[in-house]
């Protein structure tokens, strides 16, 4: 594992995150679900149902793609993470699955927009990201955030509740589709697969638009591309850019480094590291502390 010091000099030009556990301390979807349930209690099958199945779904499919695609003797390199991005990019079969039952069921079936940003007080936000944000933002940096939960509004409801302009901060994700007329949800989870945010390829998807979009309007935007996230859903994006940060999760810093043969780098330790900022890195933090302290 490489092992840098601070000394390292990286700044963000164009900060992109995952919400979930990136942003959160905890995992939000639920929330969102919560909301359905706040407004029709004794609606059944109660969450658990949907989060059984997508478990079972999951395993099922993890089993029958090794048996499809048994492991080269080569553990790392090339031919891992080919086969690491072609097991993301098949779990929208998945996604798709969970999806499609939760919205046979109808659970999010007239609850509204409202309902939904009201969870916003049950959102734990990780130390020092207000911080950071407040930080990119005054000093014009772009922020965006990329996510697969269902729900958008209520990640802009949190923002707008701790003082910030939403309309500055870019946010892809899902949403609750409400209808036109009577302004309640319709029972989908997105209005159009062709632009739905369900997997990591679907987070790549995004983030080459974002690059496009601020390239095209300042090049030096994007002079050093940070991407933020925690997760597998996350791990394509993290090697999308130059500065790919892992937000403390040990775990998928051992598939990048035990699987994939990725090294690792490290803030505030070892001997210093001259390193071109524009070579690709990936990065493990534990907290937004450190990456106020260093890259902002």
Known sequence: MTLLTTTTRRRI???????????TLKDTLHLVAQAAYDHKPEFSPKWEYFGDHYMKDLADFAQ???????????????????????????LRHVEMQSINRIEDSRLFHEVSEAQIRAQHRHVQVRPYFFDVLQR???????????????????????????GFDTSKVQIYANDVVMDIRSGVGTGKLSKSEAV????????????????????SA?????DQIFYFGDSNTDL??????????????PRLKAVF????GIPVCELGQGDAEDVDPKTNR???????????????
């Open 236 to 249: 394509p994006g993290l090697l999308e850019v130059n500065t790919g940060v892992i937000m403390d999760n």
């Open 257 to 260: 480094e035990s699987e994939l």
């Open 13 to 23: 030009s164009l900060l992109i995150t995952d919400w979930d556990e990136t942003v």
């Open 136 to 162: 990119a933002l005054a000093n014009d940096i772009p922020v965006c955030i990329v996510s697969v939960n269902w729900s958008a509004a209520l990640m802009k409801e949190v923002l707008h509740q701790n």
């Open 282 to 296: 990936i990065y493990y933090v534990n907290g937004w502390k450190q990456v106020l302290d260093n890259w902002i």
């Open 196 to 215: 739905a945010l369900r997997t990591g390829i679907d987070k790549v998807r995004v983030i080459h638009e974002i690059v496009e979009k601020y390239k």
């Open 64 to 90: 029958q793609y090794k048996d499809k695609n048994p492991a080269t003797p080569e553990k790392n390199g090339k031919n891992a993470l080919e086969r690491k991005i072609n097991y993301l990019d098949q």
């Open 218 to 222: 300042n090049p030096a935007v994007t």
